[in-house]
């Protein structure tokens, strides 16, 4: 990995070029290069390409019209790049990131862009606590209940060693807060589905995405980190339901 200084020339890179990733740490600008991961083709992976190939397919049997629709409607829509650089992307990135939305919180899939539809403006999650101990994974929606057309999606990492202090990989989605559920969800069971029970002194970490489930859009991603605690019985086994949907 090298450590690289821009220019006045060029002042970033961002992505993959030949043989090289660039990209950024704590440490500034760097280069490495390029490893191709073996592919374990998971449940979850398996099911977010055919959802990909469908979504794929069937915008190519839209009418004409409706692909003009989306098309335009993108143009209302505002992405942000590496740079912090904005653009519009595709009617059909559009219709795909929105779909695929809500592919992942169970719900159907829109044809028509949203435009005929009531296009809510979500408000990011708030959580006030996360904690795992005796069995306990707590996510906390303080003063509200989640409300009736937003569902929050759940991500989590495996347990890592407590001295990590940034992640962005390996998260995998848990599972699901449906809308108009309470406001405190155990998500303990959740987690060891998918990645087997945390050890104590390790540390967890969560991201909660908001989604309509009306048209798909999406909140930003709050991202938290948690130290696993030792339970009173030595190690946190019990299994507390709760609404949370798994995935």
């Known amino acids: 990995m090298g450590l690289i200084q821009y220019s006045g020339l060029l002042n970033g890179i961002h992505g993959k070029i030949n043989g090289s990733v660039f990209c950024r740490n704590r440490t500034g600008n760097i280069i490495k290069t390029k490893a191709t991961p073996i592919n374990q083709k998971s449940q979850s992976q398996t099911a977010n390409r055919a959802s990909l190939?469908?979504?794929?397919?069937?915008?190519?049997?839209?009418?004409?019209?409706?692909?003009?629709?989306?098309?335009?409607?993108?143009?209302?829509?505002?992405?942000?790049n590496y740079f912090g650089q904005t653009y519009n992307p595709s009617g059909f990135n559009t219709f795909c990131r929105l779909n695929q939305n809500l592919y992942i919180i169970g719900g159907k899939t829109i044809y028509s862009n949203p435009l005929t539809k009531?296009?809510?403006?979500?408000?990011d999650p708030v959580v006030s606590d996360i904690a795992v101990d005796n069995g306990t994974y707590i996510i906390n929606f303080p003063l509200q209940s989640t409300s009736d057309d937003t569902t929050h999606a759940?991500?989590?990492?495996?347990?890592?060693?407590?001295?990590?202090?940034?992640?962005?990989?390996?998260?995998k989605i848990i599972g699901y807060i449906p809308a108009n559920t309470a406001n405190s969800f155990n998500v303990y069971a959740a987690y060891v589905a998918v990645f087997g029970q945390p050890l104590a002194g390790r540390k967890i970490f969560?991201?909660?995405?908001?989604?309509?489930?009306?048209n798909g859009f999406d909140s930003v991603?709050?991202?938290?980190?948690?130290?696993?605690?030792?339970s009173i019985a030595g190690i946190g086994t019990a299994i507390i339901e709760s609404s949370f949907i798994l995935q």
């Open 53 to 80: 190939l469908f979504l794929s397919k069937y915008w190519a049997l839209l009418t004409e019209q409706q692909r003009t629709d989306w098309n335009v409607f993108a143009l209302t829509v505002t992405n942000t």
């Open 118 to 123: 009531n296009v809510i403006a979500l408000v």
């Open 154 to 171: 759940i991500y989590a990492s495996p347990d890592v060693s407590a001295g990590v202090s940034y992640n962005k990989k390996n998260f």
């Open 206 to 214: 969560t991201k909660i995405r908001a989604v309509s489930k009306i």
């Open 221 to 230: 991603i709050l991202q938290t980190s948690t130290i696993v605690k030792q």
